[in-house]
T-cell receptor, first 116, second 112 residues
Framework: GENVEQHPSTLSVQEGDSAVIKCTYSDSASNYFPWYKQELGKRPQLIID?????GEKKDQRIAVTLNKTAKHFSLHITETQPEDSAVYFC???????????????FGAGTQVVVTP | EAQVTQNPRYLITVTGKKLTVTCSQN?????MSWYRQDPGLGLRQIYYSMNVEVTDKGDVPEGYKVSRKEKRNFPLILESPSPNQTSLYFC???????????FGPGTRLTVT
């Protein structure tokens, strides 16, 4: 199966600075990598995702990069704002035809705190 | 409104008393999953289902059962709850692999 490690576990940034969260995965066959944001007391919600045929994807202040050779992917948040404070989870998924298809393997999460 | 619903939202129970947490989605999604969330451990999958009558174990299935008799419903059953099953539980659904997964609001379970 797949194993996903996420770092750091906590991240404090000043408002306006950038934040970077990194994840590594174990199975080179994984082909889908979403990022979820969970605000305090709320459910996780998808903020961005990337497929293995793409190296980078951006959506306004957030971006995700994927390095298939090194088996790691990262979330970049620029110009951070207090509303970016939340727990962020990365995940990886193996494709159809493998033993674990249809199963998202999540990292342990990163608590991001943006201080004004 | 497209949504995943769970009931109850909060539950306090005693060891050994069978309970069921219901999950329903109105998006006609094929895939449904149950997760538990514990501090420092992230989201761990308990069971998932790829279609009606098709279910499979996730990472932490011990002590749990599920059923998928209808496409929209995916209940989680704890036959004999124990204190180590105290956790926050999320149901989720998605249209297919590599598509967005939608989470329910969560069920906070305490087993004393």
């Amino acid at each position: 199966g797949e194993n996903v490690e996420q770092h750091p576990s906590t991240l404090s940034v000043q408002e306006g600075d950038s934040a970077v969260i990194k994840c590594t995965y174990s199975d080179s066959a994984s082909n889908y990598f979403p990022w979820y944001k969970q605000e305090l007391g709320k459910r996780p919600q998808l903020i961005i995702d990337i497929r293995s045929n793409v190296g980078e994807k951006k959506d306004q202040r957030i971006a995700v990069t994927l390095n298939k050779t090194a088996k790691h992917f990262s979330l970049h948040i620029t110009e951070t704002q207090p509303e970016d404070s939340a727990v962020y989870f990365c995940a990886a998924e193996l494709p159809l035809g493998t033993d674990s298809w249809g199963k998202l393997q999540f990292g342990a999460g990163t608590q991001v705190v943006v201080t004004p | 409104e497209a949504q995943v619903t769970q009931n109850p939202r909060y539950l306090i129970t005693v060891t050994g008393k069978k309970l069921t947490v219901t999950c329903s989605q109105n998006m006609n999604h094929e895939y449904m999953s149950w997760y538990r969330q514990d501090p420092g451990l992230g989201l761990r999958q308990i069971y998932y289902s790829m279609n009606v009558e098709v279910t499979d174990k996730g990472d932490v299935p011990e002590g749990y059962k599920v059923s998928r008799k209808e496409k929209r419903n995916f209940p989680l059953i704890l036959e004999s709850p124990s204190p180590n099953q105290t956790s926050l539980y999320f149901c989720a659904s998605r249209r297919d692999t590599t598509y967005e997964q939608y989470f329910g609001p969560g069920t906070r379970l305490t087993v004393t």
